[in-house]
């Protein structure tokens, strides 16, 4: 029990370590930088859920059969984790992408809707000639 105790004394340090250094600097981020941002991300959610899965062994007659918790808490937060930084990256990506799109300012709602109704006349008006049949027995 003492050896897991400073192994959770040693990752909690080591989390805060890397937390100070990953959100110093908000400006220009490289690929590793953003790697490391979600890999802490993971860790830490995997790390408060080990605490929460420790924290429900105080409920328990016999703490000692229950030390699963303490894992599955940590697999729960890992993967809590793995959603937080995959929702990130893909709000990331959709930014990315309205950022660079080139949107005409006049070419608003009302004006997309009458070059919709232009475009569906002259269609129309271009179409061929339906034929239809019909049986009766």
Same mark, same amino acid.
């Given at each position: 029990?003492?050896?897991?105790?400073?192994?959770?004394?040693?990752?909690?340090?080591? #989390?805060?370590? /890397?937390?100070?250094? @990953? =959100?110093? &600097?908000?400006?220009? %981020?490289?690929?590793?930088?953003? !790697?490391?941002?979600?890999?802490?991300?993971?860790?830490?959610?995997?790390?408060?859920?080990?605490?929460?899965?420790?924290?429900?062994?105080?409920?328990?007659?016999?703490?000692?059969?229950?030390?699963?918790?303490?894992?599955?808490?940590?697999?729960?937060?890992? #993967?809590?984790? /793995?959603?937080?930084? @995959? =929702?990130? &990256?893909?709000?990331? %990506?959709?930014?990315?992408?309205? !950022?660079?799109?080139?949107?005409?300012?006049?070419?608003?709602?009302?004006?997309?809707?009458?070059?919709?109704?232009?475009?569906?006349?002259?269609?129309?008006?271009?179409?061929?000639?339906?034929?239809?049949?019909?049986?009766?027995?």
């Amino acid at each position: 029990m003492k050896t897991l105790m400073n192994a959770l004394k040693l990752l909690t340090l080591s #989390i805060c370590l /890397v937390f100070s250094n @990953a =959100y110093a &600097q908000q400006g220009d %981020s490289s690929f590793a930088q953003e !790697s490391l941002k979600d890999i802490t991300t993971i860790a830490g959610l995997g790390g408060v859920g080990a605490v929460l899965g420790l924290s429900t062994l105080s409920f328990v007659e016999e703490p000692g059969d229950h030390l699963q918790n303490i894992v599955v808490g940590g697999a729960i937060g890992i #993967i809590i984790g /793995v959603g937080v930084v @995959a =929702y990130s &990256q893909a709000s990331k %990506s959709q930014n990315f992408y309205q !950022s660079s799109a080139k949107v005409d300012p006049e070419f608003n709602s009302s004006s997309r809707y009458a070059w919709h109704v232009a475009s569906r006349e002259i269609v129309q008006t271009k179409s061929a000639n339906q034929v239809n049949f019909s049986f009766k027995f």
